[in-house]
């Protein structure tokens, strides 16, 4: 038996959460176009097995995108990826462009250079970038002889996450199994139904307006087939609740609409969804806010 912590690193947006799903084959992470998308480790555990007997356990940690800060909450997440990284067996470091001396990337590849740990550089979103870019990037990479391996991969197309998926067991040493083989997350459905209403947001919302909520479970109950959910979903200002209920609450209603069949889909159950709007100014800035809000060490 093999198993490994698998570290997912790298810039807002590259990608990271969709391969993540792509490699599992099942919606862990939210996604979105806006950067600054996932802000906690997600985990998702991949077993492979061979008649039967699991062979393979990878337990993948998702990360935030790291960028510099601008508030608490952008300084919280950025430490997580950085800790994720001193405690992974192993990093996929993604990236989707050119490297630039002095950009996000360098950061990354200077806290790289500090870890012992295997390393794969993952070239993403092969779909898009052509492969002129593709071998530019390929080759800068390839020569700071940082990486154990370089592999392009479209994650939207699942291309490649088969080889990354290869690569990384290769890497794995003998280890334990830290997971029941068909568990694909240890984290609660409360916490994913958090995120769902939260990725709705974020493609709902323009601008500030996604990246200054918070989702809040305040009550989560099964019975009968029925789950029963109220959130409060909490934005930085007054103007910004308008805008998230929307003319004659037509926003909220679509926002609530897409989460709850997500939700429904996740859980097997019919779901009974509400959400409400709460103003809690400057959140972002609050340690005592982003802590209660969950964004905090296990
Ligand atoms: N064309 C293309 N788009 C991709 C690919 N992988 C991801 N995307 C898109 O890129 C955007 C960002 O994807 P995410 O998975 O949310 O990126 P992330 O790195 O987790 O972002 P943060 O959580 O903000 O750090 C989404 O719109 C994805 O659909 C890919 O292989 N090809
Ligand atoms: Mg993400």
Not at 10 to 27: D, F, H, I, Q
Not at 59 to 69: E, R
Not at 144 to 162: E, P
Request: with cysteine; proline share 5%.
């Amino acid at each position: 038996m093999k198993s490994a912590f698998v570290g997912i690193i790298g810039r807002p947006n590259v990608g990271k959460s969709t391969l993540l799903n792509a490699m599992l084959g099942e919606k862990i992470a939210i996604t979105s176009p806006k950067p600054q998308t996932t802000r906690n480790a997600v985990r998702g555990i991949y077993t492979r097995s061979e008649g039967g007997q699991p062979v393979c356990q990878l337990v993948f940690i998702d990360t935030p995108g790291i960028h510099k800060p601008k508030n608490k909450l952008g300084s919280y997440m950025t430490d997580t990826a950085v800790a994720t990284l001193k405690e992974a067996d192993a990093v996929l470091f993604l990236v989707d462009s050119p490297y630039e001396d002095n950009g996000g990337d360098a950061l990354i590849v200077d806290l790289l250079k500090k870890v012992e740990t295997p390393k794969i550089l993952v070239i993403n979103k092969t779909d898009k970038i052509g492969p002129d870019v593709f071998e530019k990037i390929y080759k800068t990479y390839d020569a700071m002889g940082l990486f154990d391996f370089i592999v392009g991969t479209s994650a939207v197309k699942s291309v490649n996450t088969d080889v990354v998926l290869a690569k990384l067991e290769e890497l794995a040493e003998e280890g334990p199994m830290f997971f029941p083989p068909d568990m694909v997350t240890d984290h609660p459905e409360r916490f994913l139904a958090s995120e769902i209403i939260r990725e709705k947001l974020l493609l709902y919302l323009e601008e500030e307006v996604p990246h200054g909520t918070a989702v809040e479970i305040e009550k989560y109950e099964e019975l009968d087939g029925l789950t029963r959910i109220y959130a409060a979903i909490y934005c930085e200002r007054k103007s910004h609740k308008g805008m998230i209920i929307g003319k004659e609450g037509r926003k909220i209603k679509g926002i609530g609409k897409a989460a709850r069949q997500e939700i429904e889909a996740l859980t097997g159950t019919r779901v009974y969804l509400e959400l409400f709007v709460k103003v809690k100014e400057g959140w972002r800035d609050s340690s005592v806010a982003i802590s209660n809000f969950g964004y905090k060490k296990d």
